[in-house]
């Protein structure tokens, strides 16, 4: 692993975070943190029959974390629910343009996927997998 | 002696002559592990090559031979701390295996409800867990000698921490974090003064500064052999000779009886009473001449390399922008450690990148939690040095530390 990883796209998530902030009155709204690295993501979401109309992501950690949460942020706007929870890690990890993160920061990346995750399985009702980010 | 001594010193550990992405590894994570040099290397091959054996019990060659190696690191360890005699040196698994027989085998055997036990702030979490655990069996209370800002102890109030209740102190030496020398002799003569026993965590001491435990005078005294050269899976526990005769064992088995029956067991001498099962032959001579080669280089010239170490760095630091070392204000240090944080760069980009440049540093909360909390930040960026390491280490690391900040900016 090395500064190969830093690239461009998650540098610029990194410096100018997309749709940061936080929504009153979201349907969907979770939080988690990496207890290794004390990286904290929560995600805000305003539904409009059934489809994501609005996304906030707030938290503070590592570039990776925070540039991969903005990142999934700018994927997920105009979504269904349903759409968000088959989301793969595979998809997130292809925008990030690192599919060999390594084990060490892996978890960083998907840390965001975790959050929404446990967000929309919350919505739904549904009893959250094991490894809902992967 | 000066850095200049300890020049040559790279090429007694194999892993330098290792290349990493095409550059020689520059490691500073000592205070995690430390690297070997090849005579300890040796040693484990050789005992596996020339006499494996089981210890303490074959009537054959290669086994006498097994057993006086692995008794003649028991006697080197000993002096090494100067301890009143080898009798008192337990091999265990680690630091935190030791502090665990310890709660197990003579906290819960001596306190009781209403008891307190006394801990810092600093502490690693093995020195931090073990006691939350053995507090909640035995209704037992946790109290805290606090920290203050430059990384010292608040020691003016030991008094009233010091109670009637107040039982068992355990208290680590040197800080993993800020590299904090505790001024573990007055604190554990106070304590006494008080009837309390006392245990020292030496895991960040013992490779770094020479001790003593007979002029400490603790009562329980641990460390861990892979952070002072050693093979990992061995540790020691040191504790006075009456206290561990008139202590229970930890763990039951064979070696660490005398004489079995079917229905009862009588136990073995300190210090076998204490090491049931077949121990880490091999681990105990690795320790062994780990601490030969501590000894030919001599403890306060590695002291003394860590702090000119230390000194360079801080210098070389100094003209990096928004650079901060915690416990900085500090003088007293072992000056093995620098724990940092650089701009509002996270830890884990910073370590990520350095990676980048083959620089291995630690980025987290080295298992201190608390500590971090006391200081404000969820993690931080530690360097930490031993005897291999020189000056283009630290080049290197500030070579790495601006391309951090251009790599993130
Ligand atoms: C101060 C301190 N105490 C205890 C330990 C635990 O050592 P081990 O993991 O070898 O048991 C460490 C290791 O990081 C330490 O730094």
């Known amino acids: ?134 | 002696m000066g850095l200049s001594n300890f020049h040559d010193i790279k090429k007694d550990f194999p892993i330098f002559s290792r290349q990493i992405n095409g550059r020689d590894l520059v490691y500073l994570d000592s205070a995690a592990t430390t690297q070997k040099p090849i005579e300890v290397i040796d040693s484990i091959t050789s005992y596996y090559k020339n006499c494996n054996s089981n210890i303490h019990r074959g009537i054959y060659s290669i086994s006498i031979e097994a057993t006086e190696l692995y008794e003649n690191a028991r006697n080197t360890i000993a002096k090494f701390i100067n301890a009143n005699s080898s009798r008192e040196i337990i091999f265990t698994r680690n630091a935190t295996e030791a502090i665990n027989l310890v709660a197990n085998a003579w906290v819960s055997a001596n306190l009781k409800e209403g008891d307190s036990i006394i801990l810092t702030e600093m502490e690693h979490h093995s020195n931090l867990v073990p006691w939350q655990i053995i507090a909640k069996k035995l209704k037992l209370k946790l109290n805290f000698i606090k920290i203050q800002a430059d990384g010292g102890l608040i020691l003016d109030n030991l008094d009233d921490l010091f109670t009637d209740n107040a039982k068992f102190l355990s208290l680590t030496h040197v800080s993993n974090v800020l590299g904090t020398i505790n001024p573990i002799k007055d604190i554990i003569s106070k304590a006494h003064a008080h009837g309390i026993t006392t245990l020292v965590d030496a895991a960040q001491s013992v490779p770094h500064m020479s001790v003593d435990v007979q002029n400490i005078d603790s009562d329980f005294f641990v460390f861990s052999g892979h952070k002072m050269l050693g093979p990992s899976g061995i540790g020691v526990l040191h504790a006075k000779k009456d206290i561990l005769e008139n202590m229970e064992p930890f763990l039951y088995g064979g070696d660490m009886i005398s004489n079995v029956s079917l229905r009862e067991a009588q136990w073995n001498d300190v210090p076998w009473k204490f090491e049931a099962g077949t121990p880490n032959i091999v681990g105990a001579i690795g320790l062994g001449k780990a601490v030969d080669y501590l000894d030919n280089l001599g403890m306060s010239n590695i002291h003394k390399h860590e702090q000119e170490l230390y000194s360079y760095a801080i210098d070389r630091f100094s003209d990096l922008k928004e650079f901060k070392i915690f416990g900085f204000e500090n003088k007293d240090s072992t000056g093995g450690v620098i724990s940092f944080s650089y701009s509002d760069f996270h830890p884990h980009d910073i370590a990520s990148i350095l990676d980048g440049e083959s620089i291995a540093v630690r980025a987290g909360h080295h298992c201190a939690q608390p500590l971090m909390e006391k200081l404000g930040v969820p993690a931080t960026t530690r360097a930490s040095f031993y005897v291999y390491n020189d000056e283009s280490d630290i080049d290197k690391l500030f070579d790495g530390l601006q391309k951090v900040r251009s790599v993130l900016t």
């Not at chain 1, 390594?102 to 996927?113: D, V």
Request: aromatic letters at 4%; a negative charge; one cysteine or more.
């Open chain 1, 1 to 134: 692993m090395s500064d190969d990883i830093y690239k461009e796209i998650i540098l610029d998530h990194y410096r100018n975070p997309r749709n940061k902030g936080k929504l009153t009155d979201s349907e969907i709204s979770a939080q988690d943190n990496n207890p290794v690295c004390g990286d904290r993501i929560t995600i805000d979401i305003k539904l409009e029959n059934n489809v994501v109309s609005d996304v906030k992501f707030d938290g503070e950690g590592c570039a990776i974390s925070q540039s991969s949460a903005s990142i999934l942020t700018d994927m997920i706007m105009g979504k269904t629910v349903d759409e968000l929870s088959k989301f793969t890690k595979d998809e997130l990890l292809e925008e990030l343009g690192t599919p060999s993160l390594g084990p060490a920061r892996i978890k960083c990346a998907l840390l965001s996927l975790k959050v929404l995750k446990i967000g929309t399985y919350q919505y739904l009702g549904t009893e959250l997998p094991e490894d809902p980010e992967n």
